[in-house]
Antibody
Framework: QVQLQESGPGLVKPSETLSLTCAVS?????????WVWIRQPPGKGLDWIGS???????SYNPSLKSRVAISVDTSKNQFSLKLSSVTAADTAVYYC?????????????WGQGALVTVSS | QTVVTQEPSFSVSPGGTVTLTCGLT?????????PTWYQQTPGQAPRTLMY???TRSSGVPDRFSGSILGNKAALTITGAQADDESDYYC??????????FGGGTKLTVL
């Protein structure tokens, strides 16, 4: 079974870049699947951020596209999220996830989530 | 911009049946949207219940079922139990690899 673990700073200053990494175990990223980031502001619903295929091709939420970048590092079996120019509205629990099929990218396996607070 | 709609809240009696829906502000949901359903309890990561409209994830009891009802995707819980009290989210594929979550339904079992 695929296991995922998010890591990164829990506090980011406004206007700076949020950076998170998701370590994958139990599966090799280079074998396929889609690798996904989702966030959930405190007390609110889920928000799909974007995904990356093992080849490096990406899809992003149109409302975040100008600020987001998702990439894979097959040598470390991990993938990453960068979100630039953050504001308080970006405060959320950030989840990494993966699909479990090769032809669709719906999140299936989820990490436990990492709270990121944007504050000076 | 098309929004994915869900009932904000729903209530069901223990042992009862409830159907949660996932629709669009513009258009109809079909299997081509690959409706996927998640269950989330407070402080926990979401758990995948159903994918590809009606395929149960491993370990999900068969009292959970998925379907297309009219112009919406639906998640039906038959014989509701106390531990089904959770938030339920659907997500739809909008094309070009882009997915959109619904706002979630808070299900109360009482």
């Amino acid at each position: 079974q695929v296991q995922l673990q998010e890591s990164g700073p829990g506090l980011v200053k406004p206007s700076e870049t949020l950076s998170l990494t998701c370590a994958v175990s139990g599966y090799s990223i280079s074998s396929g699947y889609y690798w996904v980031w989702i966030r959930q502001p405190p007390g609110k619903g889920l928000d799909w951020i974007g995904s990356v295929y093992h080849s490096g091709s990406t899809s992003y939420n149109p409302s975040l596209k100008s600020r987001v970048a998702i990439s894979v590092d097959t040598s470390k079996n991990q993938f990453s999220l960068k979100l630039s120019s953050v504001t308080a509205a970006d405060t959320a629990v950030y989840y990494c996830a993966t699909s479990h099929r090769y032809d669709t990218s719906e999140p299936y396996y989820w990490g436990q989530g990492a709270l990121v607070t944007v504050s000076s | 911009q098309t929004v994915v709609t869900q009932e904000p809240s729903f209530s069901v009696s223990p042992g009862g049946t409830v159907t949660l829906t996932c629709g669009l502000t513009s258009g109809s949901v079909s299997t081509s949207y690959y409706p996927t359903w998640y269950q989330q309890t407070p402080g926990q990561a979401p758990r995948t219940l159903m994918y590809n409209t009606n395929t149960r994830s491993s370990g999900v009891p068969d009292r959970f079922s998925g379907s297309i009802l009219g112009n919406k995707a639906a998640l039906t819980i038959t014989g509701a139990q106390a531990d089904d009290e959770s938030d339920y989210y659907c997500v739809l594929h909008m094309g070009s690899g882009i997915w959109v979550f619904g706002g979630g339904t808070k299900l109360t079992v009482l």
